[in-house]
């Protein structure tokens, strides 16, 4: 019988535990179960470990802990079933979709063949899963985008966004913090800062939470953002028991 899941060696320090091959709510909670019984083990030798969609990548110091006792170690913590963490709460972040500050909408609205404020209650409307931080810090990956809006990413990137877009593609959204170019679509901006340095707790949605989107006008959004800029809080936070 094979195992659930594919090794794979990313350099001589790091091992990639790969489950499935889809974006999934129940294989990303394989990869946060064997993530979180790493962390809970403390194991010598095991630097860092890094969840996304289907993986999870094991860094590890070969000088203290070989690959076939990592490999060991992932085979017992899967023989155990782990379960995976619940999710620790539900956002809600206000979301501007006005055409003025959501560069994209009008365009995404054409290729899905709806109005801009279908596009817009469409994309308010569902219920988001943190999958995974990447690419850049605090580049928060999220899925759970209704079908609706599945559009695929650009052929070619277009320039450089605003800071603290809300964007689609890819049949996914993803709530970016820096400005620069990309190949997906600007679909709303959000006034809350998904990464801030400063704060106590970096990176504010923790991997697995639910996220949902508010939907607020301009003006509302220049307001918020202003007094986001100060390092208040903007987002609510529910936590599930």
Known sequence: ??????????????????????????????????????????????????????SLMIHYDPLLISRETLVMRVAEFEAAHPQAPKPGAVWTFPCCYDPVIAEDIAELAALVKLDVAEVARIHAS??????????????CYLGGLPQALAVSRRATVRPPTPENVV??????????????????????????????PQRARPFLVKVGDELRFEPIDAQTFAALDARAAKGEPIARREALA
Do not use: C, H, K
């Open 126 to 139: 569902g219920a988001y899963r943190a999958y995974m931080y990447g690419f850049a810090p605090g580049y």
């Open 1 to 54: 019988m094979s195992e659930p899941y594919r090794l794979l060696d990313a350099g001589e320090r790091a091992l990639v535990v790969e489950f499935g091959s889809t974006v999934d709510p129940a294989i990303n909670g394989q990869v946060l179960a064997l993530d979180a019984a790493f962390v809970a083990a403390s194991i010598e030798g095991v630097r860092e470990t890094v969840p996304t969609y289907r």
């Open 167 to 196: 964007l689609v593609g890819g049949g996914l959204s993803l709530v970016a913090t820096f400005s620069m170019p990309t190949g997906w679509y600007v679909a709303g901006r959000t006034p809350e800062r998904m990464f801030a």
